[in-house]
């Protein structure tokens, strides 16, 4: 306390002396702003500090944007959304579909020296099977044991064929080492907060809670050597505040992506650059089947009739995205897109047309989003000023995040308002989100018909063979409004012109800031 | 200054002081206008809902605050947010008022009660404020009913602090004395007799904790913890942030912050204003 | 000796009472912190595990006890997000707290009493005009419009200050501490000018009153000459509501930088709560009302301390 409060005083005392000279000498800030970059350091601007380190458990953007740096990943995903090898360099299922088998690279190594093994994958899915946490444990419910034939060879049995099963490991399963890991009487309680050993492009060596990480090349680096030799994240309070450091050059990308207002500001400052990467996700409103007259489809088809997609797109998002043509099949899935359907017309008479079939009056409906989400709360009322226009009252309840997602785990809503981030593999993420009981199916669908039609989708072992049942069922999903998709959003993301070389990938989570891209990265000169 | 008229009341002195001070009659001015714009607010702009093409536009003729991220009108906002702003402080306060009013008072007359109640007023005000109205605003889901209710919660001590000790110094005068010899109960007395004592310093309180609310309101709905449907300065500010202009879009931001600074500014020199015409020592 | 002890036991006292209101708080309002702690994908057992790992399956009164022993002996818990002890989260954000509120409160007080007397000497002329128009307009500006529009004209289009954070990174040494004030000129100077007119306008009302007594103007009778009369001897008495509002201040001050270090970045504890509330982390924010608290009492025991030194009378009755 003591301590404390000379040094506040000596600290005042010297505040008085630099406030009659405004221009302090030396420290200008990172970089300066005019100083052109070195490849010493890279200084990402992001909005929250790192609340998980341990991979397997820390969801939040920052947490995975570190841990992503840190941990390999079996693949990783090319602009297109096509997987492609990291610590895997082959991987293949057995003729029966019952069998996965994922070849390991040799040359990467954990930092303590250990070389990464296909036991440290062994280790990290079983862990996650066991303990059922995280992502990844709903992704392999499929999975009966994986064991390791060699260092390099890691062999997955399966209960059924699953064709979403090595994408989705590949992709979400963060590679641990299992000598450490191991110590900890609960994988998912380990909270890995100091002396990390780790196997990423970067390895984390200096933390300042509230401002900033510090992450530093490895070398040699296996899959290939990044250029900058230092990694930065700094915490910042919102976006204003980075677009203002980034503006002043004391950073030098931001990685949360730009509310579109501000990207559309920002796309005339010569000094920024900015670069756009699409959703792997969709914003959406779902309406809860369960509930009535929402149980009557014709109801459904009148809200989804009364919404002004055309308007929140250009106005909320600035145009900054795009019609996924209410599919869940979204333009960002390419290889399922189904060309055949088309959008719900904001058209307020047939909405009134279809309650009258209905037999429905006076519509008074709550929708429930979280407040603390820019674009939704932008759009949430005039999701609400369409609605009126069809002589539906939808009342706005702008939660919390907290107890938005406690009442959208209970299914306690009306009408939900949200988006899903990342829903890269159809047939796997259509079973979650629209099969009876599945973990995220907030609307309650329950039609055997669409489960079906899933599972069959899951059980194909290529995309060729998959398309048919999955787009069948997202005509479903279309036709029956089990999800209203509103559009997919063209993440816009800054960086200083002083870079060049990043590697764009689709997705807010991976978007500029993913392993590969900050390997890349250079400065431009 | 010239000799005050002796056969004045106090309240008329009062009065006649306060009219020198143009700074206090402007507050006063200001403070009326905007309760006259809370009220009116339909009949001087249209509810700020719907959305238009027009984004971003800085001030002009047609819209003499700009428009937002969404092409609303931000005059129209600020007019509205007049009425919830003004409406959050005004209903805080008497909240807080009611409670610290009867807390002062019950310490004040009760002697038994002074001990622990004045205990309970010096804890409450060693609270942090802030965070706990941050706390329960969040956990209690926003609305304009939570923000109320919290901000006076945490702000009755202050009120009850000053009743009592103003209570303090007539609970000992003779006529209260002789009230309790003669029978009257202790509500009658406290009615008869504390109520009315006590009323310049409550008059006073209550325009700085209104003001006090309103910096409470807008500190809560500019952290998000605001209430979506409707408009309040503080909301105005929140979005202006959520849509990432606050630099750029200026208007968006100065408006709501001028209201803000206008109603707490007016409200601070009303009451300067008026302790400085009833305390005569300082005015002549 | 007395005096002491009484005042140790009130300043347990309110911290008790803290703690207790706060405890009680944070747990009777909705918002589940078992959504906190344990993932809604887990087995009933792990969960019901976790839970009972956290102490968040015995009653409420048990739970409470439960903190107040472990309090005692300085253990704040774990924090249920990050998997650390709170006081180790705490502990990394208390130093940038104290230095700006410390800062603030310095600058305040050094710059409110010159101003303070300069109104006092001169009431009721434009020098004071101005001042007290000054401060109280200050005072009622609102933090986070401030911040902004500092962070902008200061930081942005003039290049004086960096925008938001705490320190450099590269900087050590003196050049560390040089940093360290650059980064906090602007959020000081935010919490400063909300302040500075309360201080301003309390020593000019109470040094106006010292004035009129007796004992200056014995002094001037005396021909001690004006400026002596003011500085030492009115100026003394004036000092000690001054005092108390400093003390009582710098409670609300620590709690009322949430605003200011939300705004521009600073890693203090006001910023650490306002992120433990967006992740219901209860131990975090327990942990974090402690302190506050904490800073408080011994903030009234400083101003106590303060007043004993400037007023004899305080110590012998």
């Not at chain 1, 490849?39 to 790192?50: E, H, N, P, S, W």
């Not at chain 1, 990044?226 to 503006?247: Q, W």
Request: proline content about 6%.
């Amino acid at each position: 306390m003591r301590r404390g409060f000379l040094l506040a005083a000596a600290a005042a005392i010297a505040l008085l002396t630099a406030c009659s000279t405004p221009s302090v000498p030396g420290s200008t800030g990172q970089g300066g702003s005019q100083a052109p970059a070195t490849g010493d350091r890279l200084t990402i601007g992001t909005t929250a500090d790192v609340v998980n380190y341990n991979p397997l458990v820390g969801n939040s953007r920052t947490d995975s944007w570190v841990t992503n740096l840190m941990y390999p990943h079996l693949t990783q995903m090319d602009e297109a959304g096509k997987r492609i090898p990291y610590l895997a360099t082959e991987w293949s299922y057995s003729k029966d579909g019952k069998t996965a088998t994922v070849k390991l690279r040799d040359d990467m190594k954990w930092s303590d020296g250990k070389p990464v093994t296909a036991d440290d994958v062994v280790f990290a899915v079983t862990a996650v099977q066991k303990e059922k946490f995280g992502v990844v444990a709903g992704l392999i419910t499929a999975m009966e044991k994986a064991e390791a034939v060699s260092p390099t060879e890691v062999k997955f049995t399966l209960s059924r064929p699953d064709g979403t099963f090595l994408d989705n490991v590949g992709f979400w399963l963060p590679i641990v080492p299992k000598h450490v890991f191991e110590k900890a009487p609960s994988v998912q309680k380990f909270a890995n907060d100091a002396n990390w050993v780790s196997a990423g492009p970067y390895k984390l060596t200096k933390v300042e809670r509230g401002q900033r990480y510090i992450m530093e090349r490895v070398e040699p680096f296996g899959p290939g050597q990044p250029t900058v030799k230092e990694i930065v994240f700094r915490v910042f309070p919102d976006v204003n505040t980075e677009v203002l450091a980034l503006r002043n050059g004391e950073i030098d990308l931001i990685g949360n992506v730009l509310p579109p207002s501000t990207a559309a500001d920002l796309k005339n400052d010569p000094k920024l650059k900015l670069v756009q990467v699409p959703s792997l996700g969709w914003a959406h409103l779902q309406y809860n089947t369960k509930r009535k007259p929402m149980d009557d489809v014709r109801v459904r088809q009148a809200l989804a009739h009364a919404v002004d997609y055309e308007a929140i797109r250009n106005i909320a998002l600035k145009g900054y995205a795009k019609s996924a043509n209410s599919s869940v099949l979204t333009p960002s899935q390419p290889d399922y897109a189904d060309p055949s359907v088309s959008e719900y017309a904001f058209d307020p008479a047939k909405s009134k047309q279809l309650l009258q079939e209905a037999g429905v009056t006076n519509l008074s409906l709550s929708m429930i989003y979280d407040q603390a989400d820019p674009n939704i709360a932008r759009w949430a009322p005039m999701v609400r000023d369409a609605a009126k226009q069809a002589g539906i009252e939808i009342k706005l309840q702008g939660l919390e995040r907290n107890t938005y997602l406690d009442k959208t785990l209970k299914r306690d809503f009306d009408i939900y308002a949200g988006s899903w981030a990342i829903m890269d593999n159809p047939p796997a993420n259509l079973g979650l989100a629209f099969k009876t009981g599945g973990f995220i199916n907030y609307a309650q669908v329950s039609d055997p018909k669409l489960d079906k039609l899933i599972d069959e989708g899951q059980r194909a072992l290529t995309r060729e063979e998959a398309k048919a049942p999955i787009q069948e069922a997202a005509k479903i999903i279309h036709d029956q409004v089990y999800d209203n998709v509103l559009y997919v959003e063209t993440f816009n993301i800054a960086h200083s012109i002083k870079w060049t070389g990043f590697k764009p990938m689709p997705s807010e989570l991976l978007s500029i800031v993913n392993p590969l891209s900050l390997a890349a990265v250079k400065p431009a000169s | 200054m010239t000799a005050v008229v002796t056969d004045l009341t106090p309240r008329q002195r009062t009065w006649t002081a306060f009219r020198r001070n143009p700074l206090g009659l402007a507050s006063a001015a200001i403070l009326l206008a905007l309760a006259v714009i809370a009220l009116c607010a339909p009949l001087i702009a249209p509810f700020p809902e719907g959305y238009g093409e027009d984004t971003f536009q800085p001030p002009s003729a047609e819209h003499w605050f700009g428009t937002d991220d969404i092409g609303q009108d931000v005059f129209a906002q600020v007019i509205w947010g007049t009425r919830v702003s003004m409406a959050v402080g005004l209903s805080a306060s008497v909240l807080a008022i009611v409670i610290g009013l009867v807390v002062g008072i019950c310490a004040a007359y009760f002697r038994r009660l002074d001990t622990p109640l004045g205990v309970l007023v010096d804890l409450s005000l060693s609270l942090p404020v802030l965070p706990l109205m941050i706390l329960v605003a969040a956990l209690a889901g926003p609305s304009v009913r939570t923000l109320v209710v919290v901000i006076a919660l945490f702000s009755w001590p202050e009120v009850a602090r000053v009743v009592r000790s103003s209570a303090m110094a007539i609970v000992p005068m003779p006529f209260v004395s002789a009230a309790k010899v003669i029978g009257g109960s202790a509500f009658w007395i406290v009615r008869k007799h504390l109520v009315p004592g006590v009323v310049p310093v409550v008059g006073v309180s209550v325009v700085l904790t209104t003001s006090r609310a309103v910096l409470a309101e807008a500190g809560l709905s500019f952290l998000g913890l605001g209430d979506p449907n409707s408009w309040s300065w503080g909301t105005i500010l929140h979005k202006a942030q959520q849509s990432g202009a606050l630099a750029s879009a200026w208007w968006t931001t100065l408006f709501p912050s001028l209201a803000i600074l206008l109603l707490v500014l007016s409200t601070t020199l009303l009451s300067v204003a008026y302790n400085d015409a009833r305390n005569h020592r300082s005015a002549s | 000796m007395r005096f002491v002890v009484t005042r140790l036991l009130r300043g347990l006292l309110t911290l008790w009472f803290a703690v207790t209101v706060t405890f009680f708080l944070v747990r009777l309002l909705p918002g589940d912190p078992v959504l906190a702690v344990a993932d809604p994908n887990m087995t009933e057992e792990l969960r019901a595990k976790l839970l009972a790992d956290f102490g968040l399956d015995q009653p409420l009164g048990v739970q409470y006890l439960n903190y107040l022993a472990q309090l005692v002996q300085g253990n704040l818990g774990m924090s249920f997000r990050q998997s650390i002890p709170v006081t180790t989260v705490l502990m990394d954000r208390l130093p940038w707290t104290l230095i700006l509120t410390g800062s603030a409160m310095l600058v305040t007080i050094v710059l409110g009493i010159p101003l303070g007397v300069l109104a006092a000497t001169r009431a009721k002329g434009w020098v004071d005009r101005v001042i007290q128009l000054t401060g109280v307009t200050a005072q009622s500006l609102f933090v986070p419009s401030v911040g902004i529009f500092l962070m902008y004209v200061m930081g942005v289009t003039l290049g004086w200050f960096p925008i938001g954070g705490a320190v450099d990174l590269d900087a050590t040494g003196p050049a560390a501490w040089l940093s360290m004030l650059h980064h906090l000129v602007l959020p000081c100077l935010s919490l400063v000018l909300i302040q500075l007119g309360g201080y301003v306008l309390t020593m000019r009302s109470t040094l106006i009153e010292a004035l009129g007594e007796d004992y200056v103007a014995l002094a001037k009778a005396k021909g001690v000459k004006p400026r002596a009369v003011v500085w030492k001897h009115a100026l003394r008495n004036a000092l000690l509501p001054t005092t108390t509002i400093a003390g009582l201040q710098l409670g609300t001050l620590v709690g009322g930088a949430v605003l200011t270090e939300t705004i521009y970045a600073y890693p203090g504890i006001g910023r650490a709560i306002y992120e433990a509330v967006g992740q219901l982390d209860f131990p975090v924010l327990q942990g974090a009302f402690v302190l506050l608290a904490a800073a408080v009492v011994a903030a009234n025991l400083l101003t106590d301390v303060a007043y004993g030194i400037l007023d004899p009378r305080v110590r012998t009755s």
